[in-house]
């Protein structure tokens, strides 16, 4: 998958080739510590030792360990939503494009965990979520205006709509989903969910009416 890019990420020593394989394993364990341990167990020295390399082969690639780490979760995010957002598709199958990658984004192992412990440090370590909203998300978010806009100009949403409320509602809608309701769901509970979130909005259609009547009435998962 495409690469985001990320300005806190140090620039390499001239003439000394970067080790692709070195790049993989560090952002692995970075990513699997902060999933495991959060923001505190996962320091460039443990990172380092996960990862099989020296502590300074981390310390020349990366000026913080918070900005190792927030790419750390955007790699594990992957580029497909952004890559479907900035197709040119029509605004319908842009979202059934974006929610097959969201879904998949959202199902993977330890995606819940790892969004709690990004979502959790913004009390006492804010600085990792202030890297992550400006490398990762503000350029999705921009990405995902661009659809809101074109579905501005085919009518599906009003002409007046603030589309960074638009974007809010969307994020919050799915992080509720994910860490306040029960269970979360499975895939296919998640994308009827999403598919109803979007045409609730006025982008793309439901698969049908039955689910989003029948799930008010469901009983809660069990814990």
């Known amino acids: 998958m495409a690469a985001t890019a990320f300005p806190t990420r140090r620039a390499g020593r001239p003439g ?45 690639r990366w000026s913080s360990r918070e900005s190792l780490i927030a790419e750390a979760i955007a790699q594990g995010r992957g580029a497909a939503e952004q890559e479907a957002m900035a197709s040119g598709a029509s605004p319908q199958a842009t979202v059934e494009a974006v929610v097959a990658s969201l879904v998949e984004t959202f199902s993977a192992r330890d995606y819940r965990t790892i969004l709690a412990r990004l979502i959790g440090s913004v009390p006492e370590q804010p600085q990792l979520m202030s890297i992550y909203w400006r490398t990762f998300l503000l350029p999705r978010r921009k990405a995902a205006a661009a659809v809101l806009e074109r579905a501005r100009a085919q009518g599906a949403i009003r002409h007046d709509a603030d589309t960074e409320i638009l974007l809010d509602l969307i994020s919050g809608a799915a992080m509720h989903r994910l860490l306040v309701y029960p269970g979360g769901g499975s895939k296919a509970e998640l994308r009827s969910y999403l598919l109803e979130l979007f045409a609730e909005l006025g982008l793309g259609r439901a698969q049908r009416e039955a689910p989003r009547r029948q799930r008010r009435d469901l009983p809660l998962p069990k814990p």
């Open 16 to 60: 000394r080739p970067r080790s692709a394989d070195a790049d993989k394993a560090i952002l692995r364990a970075a990513l699997k510590l902060f999933a495991e341990r959060g923001l505190e167990g996962a320091g460039i020295e443990q990172i380092a030792h996960r990862a099989g390399v020296a502590r300074t082969t981390v310390y020349r």
